[in-house]
């Protein structure tokens, strides 16, 4: 029972509902558009991989892995790749990647267009380690962020130390420093 009150409904004419649900779709096939030209994933079939040498320095080594777009379409990528040594068997050498910390930002590439990963290792053993990393590593298996799958190249750089600690860096746009 109402005691003197009334209740205001507020009338939404039908062309203002209609008006709205215009603006809502016309969003919604904006994004969707937006989503279909944005570039695809970089995975192991739109890159090439190579590594190489940086300035050595006090038993301190670098080297740069440098990934290309080797398609004909706009790629993008972001964060760490993943790094597995093995030896001229093919076995696993030991290998633990270290994440510096650092910017990861989404990497736009076009045809061509690179992003590297700077990596640091000790030529030094540890304690309790030999003075010879038990295994010579002679390749390098890259994993691309947000892949499963890998792609191999020459390891031509020697021992990785230090229980196999590598140092990697997020990936950035080129090929990385020329030092």
Known sequence: ???????????IPAAALAAASAVALVGIAAGASQAATRPGWADTSSLSVRVHSLNPGAGQHYASVVLTNKTHKTIRTQGYVGLQLLNAHGKNVTTHVVRDRGNAALITLKPGQSAYTRLHWAAVPGDGEPT??????TKIEVTPPDSRHHLTTAWKLGDVLQKGRIDVTPLAKGTGPKY
């Open 1 to 11: 029972m109402l005691t003197g009150k009334r209740t205001r409904r507020l009338a």
């Open 132 to 137: 010879k990393a038990e295994k010579n590593p």
